[in-house]
């Protein structure tokens, strides 16, 4: 049974570039969520997809936006790109108010 | 708003010694959930426990144990006996109705053989 896999692992970006992350669930989970964790720092939510829309938002710009496929999948989009993006972003998926389920993140770096 | 303190950055400790990491906790909700997360280097959250508040009642799997204090706002975590193994980042987490943790900075664990 897979769990939750996230594509791709690393990646380097040039600041003012777009990028996106892809998240695939854990079987039988139909709710993603996003979340950036700088070096040193807890991870800090950023978005929570459920039935193909946005069901809640943390603190964080309109630069971030995502999405929810019929299949339960999502991707992280992040515009314009500054240096502070560069971060480990951690997907998580769940299903009701059951635990989450976290996949080992992509580690992004803005140069 | 819900917060989480954890007030250890780095703790070093050598194997076999018992050591506890602290969580202090904020939240305006009575019902609420509290875990414990552990990340390794490979980045992934592996989750050890959820409480919820209602449940004070101290908890214990094999070398790991938890206490749960409503009155002081605390869900320590200890380890007895640490192995090379425990070395990793352990992540405190509050949630409000069980739905977004919001988690702590982190404490790192380092244990020497």
């Known amino acids: 049974d897979a769990g939750v896999t996230q594509s791709p692992t690393h990646l380097i970006k040039t600041r003012g570039q777009q990028v996106t992350l892809r998240c695939s669930p854990k079987?039988?989970?139909?709710?993603v969520s996003w979340y950036q964790q700088a070096l040193g720092q807890g991870p800090q939510f950023i978005f929570q997809y459920y039935e193909e829309e946005e069901r809640q938002r943390g603190n964080f710009p309109d630069r971030f936006s995502g999405h929810q496929f019929p299949n339960y999948s999502s991707e992280l989009n992040v515009n314009a790109l500054l240096l502070g993006d560069s971060a480990l972003y951690l997907c998580a998926s769940s299903f009701g108010t059951g635990l989450f389920a976290f996949g080992s993140g992509t580690r992004l770096t803005v140069v | 708003a819900q917060k989480v303190t954890q007030a250890q950055t780095e703790i070093s400790v050598v194997e076999k010694e018992d050591v506890t990491l602290d969580c202090v906790y904020e939240?305006?909700?009575?019902?609420?959930?509290l875990f414990w997360y552990k990340q390794p280097p490979s980045g992934e959250l592996v989750f050890l426990i959820r409480r919820n508040s209602f449940d004070e009642q101290n908890e214990i799997s094999g070398r790991y144990s938890w206490n749960f204090q409503k009155s002081t706002s605390s869900f320590n975590f200890t380890i007895t006996a640490s192995q090379v193994v425990d070395s990793a980042v352990y992540f405190c987490a509050l949630s409000e109705g069980g739905y977004i943790p919001t988690f702590g900075r982190g404490t790192s664990l380092i244990v020497h053989p």
């Open positions: 939240t305006r909700d009575t019902t609420y959930y």
């Open positions: 079987s039988g989970h139909d709710t």
